[in-house]
């Protein structure tokens, strides 16, 4: 897969709100301008549980990295839509139980790009591409990302807080189905979904998240459009719930979202 240019810090827009900016400003980062912290308030007033969502979309991610690391016996991941680098990522979690892991990051942001590929790749055990949840295929596919991951044994892919990204008219659901047809038996594959009961939150914060995120953005859905993406799949227990919940253990600050504005996940075997 082409890496591409790498985008100048310099020369990025930090006029206009970024959905990893804001993203990261509700998660309490550093990595955000006026225009993400303004647009980071109005969602907020839209729907006050916005912060705490982030945060538990952020431990469910590393949640499910440790399962499947020590449970699973994971040593290869893909990683779609990180966003910009936080206090703790995939490959640091991983690395806590087999430093041998090996870690491919496809981000499409191009600031999430930058940041990633500073702070994260070494092109040894880790590796960043620039490609979205489309493309997973091709990632699986790619020479560059085939040195690092053997498709051909279990991998992990990663899709936390991204079907909400998918634009119309593609689907979440042919994405999870095409991503589990792929990849070798005994893969797993983690993904989450933006989910609200309130039509009139779910219409207001797509119109501003679709902005933010220059216009790679699906919709907000309820859970009962989400729960058919799944409807096929093997999901492990606990299914697909809302990520605070999902197998929160110690995490003692796992909660769970309410209904104005939530996020659901689960995790697909495939084979």
């Not at 990180?82 to 491919?104: E, F, I, K, N």
């Amino acid at each position: 897969m082409e890496r591409g240019r790498m985008p100048r810090l310099d020369v990025l827009d930090v006029a206009s709100p970024n959905l990893a900016r804001i993203t990261n400003y509700l998660q309490g980062g550093k990595d955000h301008y006026a225009a993400d912290r303004e647009a980071g308030e109005r969602l907020l007033r839209l729907a006050p549980g916005a912060r705490h969502v982030a945060d538990s979309a952020h431990r469910f991610l590393l949640r499910v990295t440790s399962h499947l690391v020590r449970e699973h016996q994971v040593r290869q991941f893909v990683v779609f839509g990180a966003g910009l680098p936080t206090s703790m990522a995939v490959h640091q979690v991983a690395w806590s139980v087999d430093v041998r892991t090996r870690v491919v990051y496809a981000e499409d942001d191009p600031l999430a790009l930058v940041h990633a590929r500073a702070l994260w790749e070494d092109r040894r055990r880790t590796l960043v591409v620039r490609a979205g949840p489309l493309q997973i295929r091709q990632v699986l596919d790619d020479a560059a990302v085939n040195r690092l991951i053997d498709t051909t044994l279990p991998v992990a892919v990663l899709l936390v807080s991204v079907l909400h990204t998918i634009a119309e008219p593609a689907d979440p659901g042919s994405v999870l189905e095409q991503a589990a047809a792929r990849l070798a038996p005994g893969s797993l594959i983690a993904a989450s979904h933006l989910v609200s009961e309130d039509a009139e939150v779910r219409r207001q914060a797509d119109v501003m998240l679709r902005e933010a995120a220059g216009g790679r953005w699906g919709r907000v859905r309820s859970r009962a459009e989400v729960a058919p993406f799944f409807g096929s799949l093997r999901l492990l227990t606990p299914g697909l719930v809302d990520v605070g919940r999902w197998r929160p253990g110690s995490d003692r600050a796992a909660q769970a979202g309410n209904r104005a504005w939530a996020e659901c996940g689960g995790v697909v075997l495939t084979g």
